[in-house]
């Protein structure tokens, strides 16, 4: 069965930290793994999609990089913000459709 | 910048009721995609459509469901008969290529009575 793992459930830290959030999955033959944003009640915001072949992407204070082989990825957050709280999903795609994770739920305080 | 829109942003209805919920793709895209988030659970795949036909579709996705892109510009989710467990957000999506980058929509509440 295809499943998406996330880990921490929740986070909590102070401004200024670095972050790691993790992502598993159980089947590797994926086309591609992407991290998305939802804040409390809104839509998902797309932050970065890595295809299968590529090892990380950057965007800003994010990078996220991908073990296919070992189903893992990693979503990197440096220097965080207060305006960085929000829940992040991580998705992973098989023929046309996303399996998401449970999220981790980040809150950055001041 | 581009996005995807979807309405009603919330709908209310009786159980057995049917319920159609529109989305407008961003102008380019050619994939379209249906998902949804009971309150407090994981986003499901719903459905994916491409050249006018449903490409992938999940377990979650039964004769109760439709998807329809009527005219060059909408797609909607209709849902026959609605039932209690129906209640959820249904997010619209879209994609300019196959297993490219998805945008979604704000998202569609729906609540079953």
């Known amino acids: 069965k295809q499943e998406v793992t996330q880990i921490p459930a929740a986070l909590s830290v102070p401004e200024g930290e670095n972050l790691v959030l993790n992502c598993s999955f159980t089947d590797s033959a994926i086309y591609n793994l992407q991290w998305f944003r939802q804040d409390p009640g809104k839509g998902l915001t797309s932050l970065l999609l890595?295809?299968?072949?590529?090892r990380e992407q950057t965007s800003g204070r994010l990078n996220a990089s991908l073990d296919k082989s070992s189903g893992r990825s990693t979503l990197y957050i440096a220097a965080s913000q207060p305006g960085d709280s929000a829940t992040y999903l991580c998705?992973?795609?098989?023929?046309?459709?996303?399996?998401f994770g449970t999220g981790t739920r980040l809150q950055v305080f001041p | 910048e581009p996005e995807v829109t979807q309405t009603p942003s919330h709908q209310v209805t009786q159980m057995g009721q049917e319920v159609i919920l529109r989305c407008v793709p961003i102008s380019n895209h050619l994939y379209f995609y249906w998902y949804r988030q009971i309150l407090g659970q994981k986003v499901e795949f719903l459905v994916s459509f491409y050249n006018n036909e449903i490409s992938e579709k999940s377990e979650i996705f039964d004769d109760q469901f439709s998807v329809e892109r009527p005219d060059g510009s909408n797609f909607t989710l209709k849902i026959r008969s609605t039932k209690l467990e129906d209640s959820a957000m249904y997010f619209c999506a879209s994609s300019v290529e196959r297993s490219g980058e998805l945008f979604f929509g704000e998202g569609s509440r729906l609540t079953v009575l």
């Open positions: 998705a992973v795609e098989y023929t046309d459709k996303l399996i």
């Open positions: 890595i295809q299968s072949s590529q």
